[in-house]
């Protein structure tokens, strides 16, 4: 089971970056999917969560009205779009999946597979 998250790189502040996670060896369809950031000499936080279902989706405060998760389970992937990006958004961006949750539902909990992560660089 693998998961890899991808799309990352540098951008200015203001700009946008679309990362996508692929999963192979495993049906994301039974899965929540997260996406997870971690910045320099700060702990992992959660960035945003989508339901099984596609219906649910949880932000962080930091980045609501900004980034937009979303999922294609016919084609195995996710995604996040990031928008008016800003330096603290610099962080290496990671996916992962949770069988912990019904289909409506998600959280930064109980996840089972996590990808390498993919840095996204927000600087002028």
């Known amino acids: 089971v693998q998961l890899q998250a991808s799309g990352g790189g540098l951008v200015q502040p203001g700009g946008s970056l679309r990362l996508s996670c692929a999963a192979s060896?495993?049906?994301?369809?039974?899965?929540?999917i997260g996406w997870f950031r971690q910045a320099p000499g700060k702990e992992r936080e959660g960035v945003s969560c989508?339901?099984?279902?596609?219906?649910?989706?949880y932000y962080a405060d930091s980045v609501k009205g900004r980034f937009t998760i979303s999922r294609d389970n016919a084609k195995n992937t996710a995604s996040l779009q990031m928008n008016s990006l800003k330096p603290e958004d610099t962080a290496v961006y990671y996916c992962?999946?949770?069988?912990?949750?019904?289909?409506?539902?998600?959280?930064?909990?109980?996840?089972?597979?996590w990808g390498k992560g993919t840095l996204d660089t927000v600087s002028s």
């Open positions: 992962a999946t949770s069988s912990a949750y019904s289909d409506h539902a998600c959280g930064y909990n109980g996840m089972d597979f």
């Open positions: 060896g495993h049906t994301l369809h039974y899965y929540s």
């Open positions: 989508i339901s099984r279902s596609g219906d649910t989706t």
